[in-house]
C-alpha cells in the first residue's frame, strides 16, 4: 500500500502536554499534508511541508519531514481538551493527483 | 472560505437500489474527489476527476461510478447498493496545483439494509 501509516493509533495525554504523531510512507512525494478529524465530520486541513523542507511551524503546530526515511511527525505543544480529535497524515505522490490517507492517530486530551 | 457541501448527512437505502450522493464545491476547483471512511481502513479513494467530463480511478472503484457533467458538481452513482457499501463517504475539492490542500465536505453516512 502507499498510503502514510500513523503511529501510534490512538494517544490519550492530559491538557497542557504536547502530543507528538508519526507517519511513514513508501513512494517520493511531492508535499505530505496533515489533517484533522472531530467526530463524524469532515477532515480539516491542518499544515502542508512541501518535500524539500524539513521542518514548519504552524500556531502550536509543529511538523517535520525526513525524505531520506519516508517519515514524518506532528508535534501539538500545550494541547487543549478541543484538540481531541483523529489525526492523518496524506503523503502527496509526485506524478499524480491521488492524496493517499492514513488510518489515523486518534488523540485524546483529558481536561 | 471554501465551502463543499455534501446533499446529505445520512441516508438510508435498501439492497439492490440506485443511490446518488451529491457534491458541489464553489470555489472553481478543478479537482475533485471521492473518498470512502471505514473504521480501521482509514480513507480509501473511489475516484477523482481533474476536469469537467474527465474522470480517473481510485483505489476501490467497483461497485461505483461517477459523473462530473459541470466543474462544481461531482456525484458519487451506485448502481446496485450492497451491504458492504455501507460506510461514511467523504467528498473533497481542490485546485490544480500540487501544492494545494483538499477541502473536504462534511460527509454523507450511507446505510444500506
Known amino acids: 500500500s502507499q498510503q502514510g501509516e500513523e503511529d501510534p493509533q490512538a494517544l490519550s495525554i492530559q491538557e497542557g502536554e504536547n502530543a507528538t504523531m508519526n507517519c511513514s510512507y513508501k513512494t517520493s512525494i511531492n508535499n505530505l499534508q496533515w489533517y484533522r478529524q472531530n467526530s463524524g465530520r469532515g477532515l480539516v486541513h491542518l499544515i502542508l511541508?512541501?518535500?524539500?523542507?524539513r521542518e514548519k511551524h504552524s500556531g502550536r503546530l509543529r511538523v517535520t519531514l525526513d525524505t531520506s526515511k519516508k517519515s514524518s511527525s506532528l508535534l501539538i505543544t500545550a494541547s487543549r481538551a478541543a484538540d481531541t480529535a483523529s489525526y492523518f497524515c496524506a503523503p502527496f505522490p509526485s506524478g499524480t493527483y491521488k492524496y493517499i490517507f492514513g488510518t489515523g492517530t486518534r488523540l485524546k486530551v483529558l481536561a | 472560505d471554501v465551502k463543499v457541501t455534501q446533499s446529505s448527512r445520512y441516508l438510508v437505502k435498501r439492497t439492490g437500489e440506485k443511490v446518488f450522493l451529491e457534491c458541489v464545491q464553489d470555489m472553481d476547483h478543478e479537482n475533485m474527489f471521492w473518498y470512502r471512511q471505514d473504521p480501521g481502513l482509514g480513507l480509501r479513494l473511489i475516484y477523482f476527476?481533474?476536469?469537467?467530463?474527465?474522470?480517473e480511478k481510485g483505489d476501490i472503484p467497483e461497485g461505483y461510478s461517477v459523473s462530473r457533467e459541470k466543474k462544481e458538481r461531482f456525484s458519487l452513482i451506485l448502481e446496485s447498493a450492497s451491504t458492504n457499501q455501507t460506510s461514511m463517504y467523504l467528498c473533497?475539492?481542490?485546485?490544480?496545483?500540487?501544492?494545494?490542500?483538499?477541502?473536504f465536505g462534511n460527509g454523507t453516512r450511507l446505510t444500506v439494509t
Open positions: 511541508i512541501r518535500s524539500n523542507e
Open positions: 476527476s481533474y476536469d469537467v467530463k474527465m474522470k
Open positions: 473533497a475539492s481542490s485546485p490544480v496545483s500540487y501544492n494545494s490542500p483538499l477541502h
